[in-house]
């Protein structure tokens, strides 16, 4: 079956992703004279909104997340046929359904929550890395910056090696290793764009790393010192994690496929029956609940948001504030200060 006209240019279904495949479907079990939906392309914004809305009662159930995913995929097909993308067409009306949908979505289930790694895990899944290999060097490296920066992974391991999934990624030029690169004491990483800033409001943020003297195998100084001198060959635009200018950096899937082996690896050293350990419960945004979560304890909630680059520091106080019972009920003895005769 051809999906367009376009001679010059033949596409057949079974040449087509999953994703079009079943807008290919939508378009051909919905259409009809009161609501046209072809032809497939170019594609009109009301069908790529009844599309979307089409999806969460046709097998994909995680939400928005998951459905942004199915538009893009239509969006790019617009564009490689040479038809501008249809979000574009009024573009505040997709706007609207964007931030809207989600509020009135009826059928959802939600991925399950990735768990913190721990510091015995960090450390198993760093010492096992050969740092004479390039490869291993640079799932430590990462390892470690992720775990102590506390930085989302998209920042240094893209979802996929696209402009879209790459346009948060950290380039040397945004690294500075001080006081010099002769004697680190830290590094300086400064974050242009973020999942919650845009590159238009032109406000970047930074954090940082330091040395970490005690777990000298663990330090993200030393091993970035490592890659640095490894990888980089004077261009600033290089990726940080790039083993060369013009390499693509590993994509998130075989990067966490890779984590979560040696996590099992560290299971089993540990005599761990494997029946017993799901790895998929650890994912990249497990060292940065590492992060926050080990930092909490030590540091007030406005320097925990900040760490963790948090739009306000309610979404700090929600996931990573706790307290005991007992730490709670110690506010009754500071409230009653305030009475007459308190200390």
């Not at 009301?46 to 097998?59: E, K, N």
């Not at 003895?333 to 005769?341: N, P, Q, T, V, W």
């Amino acid at each position: 079956m051809n999906v367009w006209k376009n001679a010059s240019n033949i596409q057949t279904f079974s040449q087509l992703s999953a994703m079009l495949k079943k807008f290919v479907l939508f378009c051909i079990m919905e259409h009809n004279d009161d609501i046209p939906l072809l032809p497939l392309v170019p594609t009109r914004l009301a069908t790529l909104i009844r599309f979307a809305w089409w999806c969460q009662y046709h097998s994909v159930k995680g939400g928005m997340n998951s459905i942004r995913n199915y538009i893009g995929a239509v969006c790019e097909w617009n564009q490689a046929q040479g038809h501008p993308d249809p979000r574009e067409a009024e573009k505040w009306v997709y706007d609207k359904f964007r931030r809207e949908a989600p509020k009135h979505m009826e059928v959802y289930e939600g991925s399950k929550a990735k768990m913190a790694l721990t510091h015995g895990m960090i450390e198993s899944i760093i010492n096992q890395c050969n740092e004479e290999n390039i490869t291993d060097l640079r799932d430590a490296t990462s390892y470690s910056v992720l775990a102590f920066a506390g930085v989302r992974r998209g920042h240094f391991i893209p979802k996929s090696n696209t402009k879209t999934d790459e346009k948060h990624m950290i380039r040397w030029k945004s690294v500075a290793f001080l006081p010099s690169f002769a004697d680190t004491k830290y590094v300086l990483l400064s974050l242009e764009t973020g999942k919650v800033r845009c590159a238009a409001k032109k406000d970047p943020v930074w954090t940082a790393v330091g040395e970490c003297k005690t777990h000298p195998e663990l330090c993200p100084v030393r091993l970035l010192k490592k890659w640095f001198q490894l990888t980089f060959n004077g261009n600033s635009e290089q990726f940080v994690l790039a083993e060369s200018t013009t390499a693509k950096v590993i994509n998130a899937i075989p990067w966490t496929r890779q984590l979560r082996a040696r996590l099992m690896s560290a299971a089993s050293v540990a005599g761990i029956d494997p029946s017993e350990f799901d790895e998929s419960n650890w994912s990249g945004i497990s060292f940065r609940k590492f992060s926050l979560s080990s930092l909490a304890g030590f540091v007030p909630p406005q320097i925990l948001a900040a760490h963790g680059e948090h739009s306000t520091v309610e979404i700090t106080n929600k996931y990573y504030v706790t307290q005991t019972v007992a730490q709670r009920a110690e506010h009754t003895a500071l409230i009653a200060k305030g009475f007459s005769g308190g200390v």
